[in-house]
């Protein structure tokens, strides 16, 4: 390993940072940084992408991602010091301090198939960085990345780059939701930063937590080890993610017993020892961490010779594909075990509220059951486009995509009321605020819909069940035994 790269003290110098740069424009890569130039005027914080589309979509109006607050942000630094281009290479070379936030998907062919991450991006914007970088930079873990990624990525810096650059790997994951993205960043639990133990690997981490400490609580800067970072951002979706199973286990339970989810939870809630979040039980998680991060989690584990611990984890995905099927069944089963040629209302589509996002969204697999077992949907998210609905299911007929062999029977609609005439069921699959509101009108609802009308609720929007019932629909709730 050359000395360079500091897996040894050298008294090589770290910059301090006034030029930032990040690798990868996605929904990680885009907020981080537009908040941290929002935050930061003096420095100069450039996002970089080889994707042309999604670097236009930054520099345009329409942002290539739905996020409260983001627009305002964006616009205020966008051309002051924020910046958006495909220039990867100029990023690189002018940068102090280099974001890596490129996707870390698992992976979907070869060893590690369906368990593995796929680190090929995070090697290529490495390799990138060892070619291009003259002076050297602050490397910084922002992608999610198996325990020990550094190393490799320190390895690659080692053989490639020029001997007077000088490196520092840190970790410094996100823990930002989305839909809670800006919120999330401007007021962070904490920011983790994990380096090597070495006085130039400490030194690195004071320069990044000196650009959080502009706006993020002094006590919720973290510092700890290098793997001991990259591990915790596993094991905090893990836990996340372990939880939404727990409670949908006992879901199933509540249903075969008359009991209610909601009340078992609230009673769990009370128990400061086990907390109030994350105990909502329906349709199972979806989104694009908590399944590739688990599986991350159950491939290093059996990498590491621990299968008792890579099956523990595995139970937690297991519960989750196991509750999205049971939901559908239940929709096929209420309505007398058929729905073939029945209309079905689907409200939401993204994975949850506030977001345009259907990576891994639970409503991809109960459509796709409910449309295997025969049913026509009219699909409704405020958020979701038909395109992006057209890629996850497959385009609809009737849509002109020539090529497409199969075809899907679904429409888009363009509001709640839309997707539900005619249709003699409504399932709700995204906990979006419209659909909770006051101002909807239940009863030309009702009126609109072929009888008997069925409401399958799967993400605990319907709080008072009686009136629904007094108006006629019949009622069923994800975790509610009747
Ligand atoms: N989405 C989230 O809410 C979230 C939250 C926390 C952490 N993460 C993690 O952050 C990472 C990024 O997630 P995301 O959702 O932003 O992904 P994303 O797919 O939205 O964005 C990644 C971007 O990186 C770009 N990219 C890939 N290789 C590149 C290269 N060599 N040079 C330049 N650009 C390159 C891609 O074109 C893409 O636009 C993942 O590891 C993910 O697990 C995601
Ligand atoms: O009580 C709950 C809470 C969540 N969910 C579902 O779980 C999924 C994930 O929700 P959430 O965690 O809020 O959104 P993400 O954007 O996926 O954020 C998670 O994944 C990110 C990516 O790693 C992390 O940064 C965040 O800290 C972590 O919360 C969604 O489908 C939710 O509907 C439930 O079903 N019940």
């Given at each position: 390993?050359?000395?360079?790269?500091?897996?040894?003290?050298?008294?090589?110098?770290?910059?301090?940072?006034?030029?930032?740069?990040?690798?990868?424009?996605?929904?990680?890569?885009?907020?981080?940084?537009?908040?941290?130039?929002?935050?930061?005027?003096?420095?100069?914080?450039?996002?970089?992408?080889?994707?042309?589309?999604?670097?236009?979509?930054?520099?345009?109006?329409?942002?290539?991602?739905?996020?409260?607050?983001?627009?305002?942000?964006?616009?205020?630094?966008?051309?002051?010091?924020?910046?958006?281009?495909?220039?990867?290479?100029?990023?690189?070379?002018?940068?102090?301090?280099?974001?890596?936030?490129?996707?870390?998907?698992?992976?979907?062919?070869?060893?590690?198939?369906?368990?593995?991450?796929?680190?090929?991006?995070?090697?290529?914007?490495?390799?990138?960085?060892?070619?291009?970088?003259?002076?050297?930079?602050?490397?910084?873990?922002?992608?999610?990345?198996?325990?020990?990624?550094?190393?490799?990525?320190?390895?690659?810096?080692?053989?490639?780059?020029?001997?007077?650059?000088?490196?520092?790997?840190?970790?410094?994951?996100?823990?930002?939701?989305?839909?809670?993205?800006?919120?999330?960043?401007?007021?962070?639990?904490?920011?983790?930063?994990?380096s090597m133990p070495t006085t130039r690997g400490r030194l690195a981490q004071q320069r990044l937590a000196e650009v959080y400490s502009r706006w993020v609580r002094p006590e919720a800067i973290v510092t700890m080890g290098l793997w001991s970072s990259e591990l915790s951002k596993l094991a905090a979706n893990a836990l996340l993610a372990q939880r939404v199973s727990s409670i949908n286990a006992i879901a199933a339970i509540c249903e075969r017993t008359e009991a209610n989810v909601h009340e078992v939870s609230s009673a769990c809630r009370l128990d400061l020892r086990i907390g109030s979040k994350f105990l909502e039980a329906g349709i199972g998680f979806g989104g694009s961490c908590f399944q590739k991060d688990l599986q991350n989690l159950v491939y290093l584990s059996l990498s590491l010779g621990l299968p008792e611990v890579a099956e523990y984890w595995k139970q937690v995905l297991v519960m989750n594909a196991w509750t999205k099927q049971r939901f559908a069944r239940n929709i096929v089963q209420k309505m007398f075990s058929t729905i073939t040629a029945k209309h079905i209302a689907i409200l939401g589509f993204a994975f949850k509220a506030d977001t345009g996002d259907t990576r891994e969204a639970p409503a991809i697999d109960v459509c796709r059951d409910l449309l295997e077992d025969g049913a026509l949907l009219h699909i409704y998210d405020p958020k979701v486009s038909s395109s992006a609905i057209n890629r996850a299911l497959g385009p609809a007929k009737g849509s002109n995509v020539s090529f497409q062999s199969e075809q899907r029977a679904y429409t888009v609609e363009a509001s709640m009321q839309q997707a539900c005439v005619g249709a003699s069921a409504l399932v709700f699959l995204t906990k979006w605020a419209e659909f909770e509101s006051h101002a909807v009108d239940w009863k030309a609802i009702y009126a609109s819909m072929s009888k008997p009308a069925w409401i399958f609720d799967g993400r605990n929007i319907v709080k008072d069940p009686t009136a629904l019932k007094k108006l006629g629909f019949i009622v069923y709730q994800s975790g509610v035994g009747y």
């Open positions: 390993m050359s000395p360079h790269v500091s897996y040894f003290d050298t008294d090589a110098e770290i910059r301090s940072v006034k030029n930032i740069c990040c690798i990868g424009a996605g929904y990680v890569g885009g907020p981080t940084c537009a908040v941290l130039a929002w935050k930061c005027p003096d420095i100069k914080v450039t996002i970089t992408d080889i994707a042309e589309d999604r670097i236009r979509a930054w520099n345009s109006d329409e942002l290539p991602i739905f996020e409260p607050g983001l627009d305002d942000i964006v616009k205020e630094a966008r051309g002051r010091n924020l910046f958006f281009t495909t220039d990867v290479d100029g990023s690189i070379e002018a940068a102090d301090l280099i974001f890596v936030s490129v996707n870390t998907p698992t992976k979907v062919a070869g060893i590690g198939a369906g368990l593995a991450a796929d680190l090929c991006y995070i090697e290529a914007a490495t390799r990138r960085i060892a070619t291009v970088s003259k002076r050297g930079a602050i490397i910084v873990e922002k992608s999610t990345v198996p325990c020990r990624t550094a190393e490799s990525m320190n390895q690659i810096l080692s053989a490639l780059s020029p001997s007077n650059a000088t490196f520092e790997i840190l970790s410094n994951p996100e823990f930002l939701a989305e839909g809670t993205a800006v919120e999330d960043l401007l007021d962070p639990a904490r920011v983790l930063i994990g």
